[in-house]
C-alpha cells in the first residue's frame, strides 16, 4: 500500500501527466483538423483482436454469452467504416492484455494500456505514412511549446525529428541488424522511423502476387525506445481472410459476426494503426519503465495493490 502511495504522490508524476496532456491535445487537435471522428471505445466484446503473441484469456460470461475484454478495437475499427458517411475514424481505446509474466522487466509492457487507434476507408499505406508524419510531428511541436519546463524537471532533452520519417524495408534492417533488428534499430536512430513489412494477423492484406510481403509497418520511437505504433492495410476478401485464419489455427466460431460481414462482401477497404499512448509518453518524457507514466501501473506478472 505504502509503494502505491508513494507512486502516485512522486514529484515526477506531474510533470510526466503535463506532457501527456499536451501530446493528447495535439493528438485530438491533429484528428479534428483532419476530419477524423472520434467513436467511443467498447470494452466487452464476443470478437476481439486474436493477438499474435502468447497471453492469457481475459473474457466473462455474462446471460449466457462470452464476452472478451477488449484487446485492440482492430475487427471493431474495421466495422465502424461499414458507414458511409464515415471515412476516417479513431478510438481512444483502453485494452486489456493478460501479458506472460515475463515481460515484467521489458520496460515497454503493461497488462492494461491505451492505443489511439486509427482507420481510414479507401487509402493507402502511403496516405497513412504522411497522416501519421504528420501527427507525430504535431506531438512534438506542442510538447516542445507547452513543456519546456516539464521537460527540464525531467533531464529530457527532445528534437523535433525530420521530416518525413525515414522508411525502411524489415529485410533489410534484419540484413543490417540481424534478429532483433528493431530494437537495434531503434538504439541506433535519432528520429522515430518507419519498418515495412511483418508476418502478423489476418487481418493485415498480404500481398496476393509475392505471398509473404504484408502491406503492414511499425512505427519506431529512437534512442532504444522501440515500437510506438502497428498497423497496416487490411484484408478485405472473405477467402484471403479464410485463408490466413486457416494457415494460423484460428478458431473461427471466434469471429462469427466478423466473417458474416466478409462473407456479404462488406469488409471496408481500410488502413490503419494503432498508437500506444503509454509507450509515446515513456519516449517523450524519457522514462526508463513504462510503470513510470501511469498512476496505477499494471506491470505483467505483478501484483497490483489498487
Ligand atoms: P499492436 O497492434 O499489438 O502492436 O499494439 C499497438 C500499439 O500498442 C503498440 O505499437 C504499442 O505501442 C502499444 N502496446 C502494445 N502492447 C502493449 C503493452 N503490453 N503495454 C503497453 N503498450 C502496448
Ligand atoms: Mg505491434
Known sequence: MQEAISHIRSEKRK???RVQSAAL???HDYMYENGVVQAMPIILSPETDPLNHPHFDASVEYYGQKLHITKSMILHKQLSLLNDGVDKI???SPN????????RESGRHLFEFTQVDIEFKEKTKEDFIKFTDGMIAEVYRRVLKDCPDDLAALDRKLAAPKLPLKVYESADLQRQYGEHFEKVASEAAKDPFWILNYKREFYDREDKKTRGYYHNYDVVWPQGYGEALSGGEREWEH?????KMNERNTDMKAFETYLGV????LIPRTVGGGLGIERMVRFLTGQKHIKDVTLFPRVPGERIAF
Open 239 to 243: 477467402k484471403e481472410i479464410l485463408r
Open 96 to 103: 486489456v492484455r493478460l501479458e506472460d509474466g515475463k515481460l
Open 90 to 92: 479513431y478510438f481512444m
Open 262 to 265: 466478409s462473407e456479404q462482401g
Open 15 to 17: 510533470y510526466i501527466l
Open 25 to 27: 491535445k495535439s493528438i
